[in-house]
């Protein structure tokens, strides 16, 4: 066994000259694809100085993008961490015809183009769409307003919460709050007590996932928004049509909004991830069998 575990480890060992190639064309692809690239943003908008960059994010225009995007992001996350827990619930702990269809369905946004929703919605809403002329009749703006800027945006995004709630349910399984409402607990103290402290994490995880795509989505906002400057721009709308104008300073430095709120995903990522492993290593410290050993 000892011999066979040997040439194993022998197998799968890489010669290190092999190992540096490896390494080296991770890192260069990193640093030239995405660390290059994220640089040159935060170098372009300073590039006339702080006092250019603050101006530019002064702008009335910036400014109504600015507050239209955390609006957006506002309504959507929390109906999606509703939806998100709601969807993963019914997928992992019951059995039912259909479910199959729903996990699709769920995963439909993923696979869709966002240009492609957008139209979904202009063919649904829009003027000339199947409930236009009702809309239009009692004075419902959809399109090329807010409402139309929310529903694109939850399209988009409402898969992240589920997504990341689903596998960890399903692997927690029901045992534990069939227990708990053996021993006299309702279905909210089951839910509260039981279910979401095994899932928190990753319940965070998809929120902060899902609030960076709801901030910097485009395609989609893009076909549904019109562009209405002040009115349905959003960040990312705004950064395009700044660019589209020669605006070279306002438009980087609307985009380093945006590669800030990247970069405090990813550090809000990386610590979700490191208390979650902590708080694993410390069950399994603390649990019986380690105690055995």
Not at 84 to 102: C, D, S
Not at 114 to 138: C, E, H, N, R, T
Not at 154 to 180: C, H, K, W, Y
Request: one cysteine or more.
């Amino acid at each position: 066994m000892a011999a066979a575990n040997g040439k194993s480890r022998r197998g799968i060992e890489e010669p290190a000259f092999i190992r540096r190639i490896l390494i080296g064309i991770a890192v260069g692809f990193v640093g030239v694809f995405l660390l290059l690239p994220l640089a040159n943003v935060f170098a372009q908008a300073f590039a006339k100085g702080w006092a250019a960059y603050l101006q530019s994010l002064q702008q009335p225009d910036t400014r109504s993008a600015v507050l239209l995007t955390l609006l957006v992001s506002a309504i959507c996350v929390p109906l999606n961490l509703v939806f998100g827990v709601i969807a993963a619930w019914a997928v992992a702990k019951f059995q039912f015809r259909g479910k199959a269809l729903l996990i699709t369905l769920i995963d439909l946004p993923f696979s869709v183009s966002p240009v492609v929703s957008g139209l979904i919605f202009v063919v649904m809403f829009g003027a000339q769409g199947y409930l236009g002329p009702w809309l239009d009749s009692k004075d419902i703006q959809i399109i090329f307003a807010v409402p139309g800027i929310v529903l694109a945006t939850l399209f988009v995004t409402f898969p992240f919460v589920a997504r990341e709630l689903i596998p960890l349910m399903e692997a927690q399984g029901s045992d534990a709050e069939q227990a708990a409402l053996t021993l006299g607990a309702t279905g909210w103290q089951t839910f509260w007590h039981v279910t979401l402290p095994s899932v928190k994490w990753g319940l965070l995880y998809g929120v902060i996932l899902c609030n960076a795509r709801a901030m910097g989505e485009f395609g989609a906002v893009s076909v549904v928004s019109g562009h209405i400057s002040g009115l349905t721009e959003t960040l990312p709308l705004r950064i395009e049509k700044l660019h589209q104008e020669y605006q070279s300073v306002g438009a980087f430095s609307a985009a380093s909004l945006l590669a800030l709120v990247a970069l405090i995903t990813l550090g809000l990522k990386t610590w979700l991830e490191r208390r979650q492993a902590a708080e694993q290593a410390f069950g399994q410290s603390d649990s019986p069998s380690s105690h055995e050993h």
